[in-house]
């Protein structure tokens, strides 16, 4: 196997807000969307909108988990100041702020947002390397 992250799917409640939320944000959406599903460009990789009991059903589980769910998505930015600026995009276009933009342990600076769907995003200033 590749070491490759290719797409990215996100099981949502109201597909028509979430692509709203994502679309207020700037993210792309790609022509291949449907009516049942949103796809996103991003560098490198898709991101993909799709109805969280339908997903569930395709994965074969229960679709009533709830919670801290053990993973967050990253979005890294290229100053310390950008990271409330994001967070406060975020917020305008229908997330929560979880934890506000601070001094982290590792030396950078990070915040939380969640989506309308309560997906776990970081938004992220390292100063020791850039993720692109």
Known sequence: MEARLSLVTLGVNDLARARAFY???????RPESQDSVAFFQLH???????AREAL???????ATGSGFR??????????????AQVLNE???????????AQDVFWGGHSGYFTDPDGHLWEVAFNPFFWIE
């Open 23 to 29: 679309l207020a944000l700037g993210f792309p959406l």
């Open 44 to 50: 490198g990789m898709w991101l993909s909108l799709y």
């Open 56 to 62: 569930a059903e395709d994965v074969g589980c229960d």
């Open 70 to 83: 053990g993973i967050t998505l990253a979005h890294n930015v290229r100053t310390k100041e950008a990271v």
């Open 90 to 100: 975020a917020e305008a276009a229908g997330g929560r702020i979880v934890k506000p």
